[in-house]
């Protein structure tokens, strides 16, 4: 009995502790970021660029026929609900 128990709690230990690893909740350090050296506001060579802007594409495909067609195949989801009488 002692045995079987012992296997039992040595399994599940192992199951815990490899999954802590697997999803990295298990860490032997903590985590630090980088901090940036202060730098003059005109240095930079980045300073006196603008934001580069998203370019929209001129022409979208026109998918109203298959959303007509979607919208036809949805079945009726009234065979789910329970009727009381």
């Given at each position: 009995m002692f045995r079987r128990l012992s296997?039992?709690?040595?399994?599940?230990?192992?199951g815990f502790l490899s999954g802590?690893?697997?999803t990295g909740h298990?860490?032997?350090a903590e985590e630090t970021a980088a901090a940036q050296a202060p730098s003059a506001?005109?240095?930079?060579?980045?300073?006196?660029r603008q934001p580069?802007?998203?370019?929209?594409?001129?022409a979208l495909p026109d998918l109203t026929g298959v959303a007509q067609l979607a919208a036809s195949t949805v079945t009726d989801t009234s065979s789910t609900q329970i009727v009381r009488a």
């Open positions: 296997f039992a709690m040595l399994f599940i230990t192992v802590l690893v697997l298990l860490r032997s506001a005109g240095t930079s060579p980045m300073a006196g580069a802007t998203a370019s929209v594409p001129a």
